[in-house]
């Protein structure tokens, strides 16, 4: 499936589970920055198993924010942004060249590793909607049971 058939269907599977969590647990609210925020997590999310393929659109939209990213924090004198940036890249690049195109990174175990550290900056409905955007990619390519 190409990244539109993967955004479409994780922007199905997002307004589902988000009006589901909303209607019965209250977990999101319904506010332009809440939506927007939404569907920023749901595309990364939703495209991010593609990282390991050289061509996908995800691959190059890290590289280029890496490199502005570095670029910022060079004019910033930013050396956690330095850093962070530079490791964005590097990773980027390692998984694009070097992973095996719908190995590891189309997994679970995969989804929930790289949801995890967003636990420091969200809440947990914020991660757990990243997730679900994460295997709507696994479940459109046919990977959904898919462990390790």
Same mark, same amino acid.
């Not at 924010?65 to 390692?94: D, E, K, Q």
């Not at 947990?124 to 459109?140: D, G, I, K, N, T």
């Given at each position: %499936?190409?990244?539109?058939?993967?955004?479409?269907? !994780?922007?199905?599977? *997002? +307004?589902?589970?988000?009006? !589901? %969590?909303?209607?019965?647990?209250?977990?999101?609210?319904?506010?332009?920055?809440?939506?927007?925020?939404?569907?920023?997590?749901?595309?990364?999310?939703?495209? #991010?198993?593609?990282?390991?393929?050289?061509? !996908?659109? +995800?691959?190059?939209?890290?590289?280029?924010?890496?490199?502005?990213?570095?670029?910022?924090?060079?004019?910033?004198?930013? *050396?956690?942004?330095?850093?962070?940036?530079? *490791?964005? #890249?590097?990773?980027?690049?390692?998984? *694009?060249?070097? %992973?095996?195109?719908?190995?590891?990174?189309?997994?679970?175990?995969?989804?929930?590793?790289?949801?995890?550290?967003?636990?420091?900056?969200?809440?947990?409905?914020?991660?757990?909607?990243?997730?679900?955007?994460?295997?709507?990619?696994?479940? !459109?390519?046919?990977?959904?049971?898919?462990?390790?």
């Amino acid at each position: %499936m190409n990244r539109y058939g993967h955004l479409v269907f !994780a922007f199905i599977v *997002a +307004i589902i589970f988000v009006v !589901a %969590m909303h209607y019965f647990y209250s977990w999101y609210e319904v506010s332009l920055k809440e939506v927007l925020f939404i569907l920023v997590i749901m595309c990364i999310y939703a495209l #991010l198993p593609d990282i390991d393929s050289t061509s !996908a659109t +995800i691959t190059w939209v890290f590289i280029g924010f890496a490199i502005v990213g570095i670029g910022y924090s060079l004019i910033t004198l930013n *050396a956690i942004g330095i850093i962070s940036f530079y *490791a964005l #890249l590097v990773l980027t690049f390692m998984f *694009a060249v070097f %992973m095996k195109h719908r190995g590891f990174l189309h997994s679970i175990v995969f989804g929930v590793l790289i949801s995890l550290p967003l636990l420091f900056f969200l809440t947990y409905q914020e991660v757990v909607l990243a997730f679900v955007c994460f295997y709507s990619h696994l479940v !459109a390519d046919g990977k959904f049971l898919k462990v390790i």
